[in-house]
């Protein structure tokens, strides 16, 4: 079974997209692990894949599954190459598109100097609507955003801004994202039994009220070099909070993304990169994985 594939990046934020219109894909967690695996397989934070549309007024449908092989709801940076990626490959020429994803719409348009803008779609900031458990947690009014102090496990306290983007975010403000515990406190975030999906942590540098630095660790990938949907929402929570103003320059370690947000719509611009093609034998790969690798 030999799938061709293209490999993307949204500052830095890696894919490997898949045509699922023309060629017959069907993606498992451990195919997903597999293909995302950075020694054994091609490399990548998250797998892409472009289908046929179900929802009548979409021109396609695109899938996005994590390095762990868990499938998410969006990403911002994969939405961006699935534009180009569409356009590159002639499966239309539309422009705008728009692309059905698990939790809806998308629009998205393709500009002449090779950046994307996406509207992002609806955001939510209750915390019903992302599977956060506040039952008992303080929490604290700051502009039109509310700060929630979540104990981990390793003693410390976090003040978070919830943000539902599609994904599940929770934005802190640090002193300087160089010297933020994205390493300790991400993953205890990212997996505290009160987020039931759990969710993306975001470590947000206010640099002056238009620009910022950001780190996110995201579900299923670790820290990646940039999270499209991180960059909203990072930009919204500070937005909220009275501390930015639109439209966000948001500076992350693999490139700038730019986010303009009018309280309601978030529109997310920014690059996408096409690096290389090929074809992979998926039947060889899950043969040359050693089972503690493939199903940890």
Not at 39 to 59: K, N
Not at 123 to 142: E, H, K, M, W, Y
Not at 210 to 223: C, K
Not at 249 to 264: E, F, M, N, Q
Request: with cysteine; charged share 20%.
């Amino acid at each position: 079974m030999k799938w061709h594939f293209t490999k993307m990046h949204g500052v830095g934020n890696d894919f490997v997209v898949l045509d699922g219109v023309r060629q017959a894909i069907h993606i498992t967690p451990a195919i997903a692990r597999a293909i995302a695996h950075r020694q054994f397989g091609i490399g990548a934070d998250q797998i892409l894949l472009v289908e046929d549309p179900s929802h009548p007024e979409a021109h396609f449908r695109y899938r996005i599954f994590n390095a762990d092989g868990s499938e998410v709801e969006h990403c911002g940076n994969g939405s961006r190459c699935f534009v180009r990626f569409v356009h590159e490959q002639k499966l239309s020429g539309r422009n705008p598109l728009k692309a059905e994803i698990a939790t809806g719409l998308i629009t998205l348009t393709e500009h002449d100097n090779q950046t994307v803008s996406v509207e992002m779609g609806q955001t939510r900031f209750n915390p019903q609507d992302i599977a956060f458990d506040v039952d008992g947690l303080r929490s604290t009014s700051c502009g039109q955003d509310t700060l929630w102090h979540l104990p981990l496990a390793n003693g410390d306290e976090v003040n978070l801004s919830i943000v539902g983007i599609s994904n599940p975010h929770a934005v802190q403000v640090v002193d300087d994202v160089k010297t933020a515990p994205v390493a300790v406190q991400g993953p205890l975030i990212e997996s505290h039994p009160r987020f039931k999906n759990r969710v993306n942590a975001g470590f947000m540098q206010v640099l002056n009220a238009h620009e910022i630095n950001l780190r996110v660790y995201e579900r299923g990938a670790g820290e990646t070099l940039a999270c499209g949907t991180g960059a909203c929402a990072a930009a919204v929570a500070g937005i909220r909070r009275g501390l930015l103003e639109s439209p966000v320059k948001v500076h992350t370690r693999g490139g700038d993304l730019s986010i303009a947000y009018d309280g309601h719509s978030i529109i997310m611009t920014g690059s996408a990169t096409t690096v290389y093609e090929g074809t992979i034998d998926i039947d060889a790969l899950l043969q040359s994985i050693p089972a503690q690798v493939l199903n940890p």
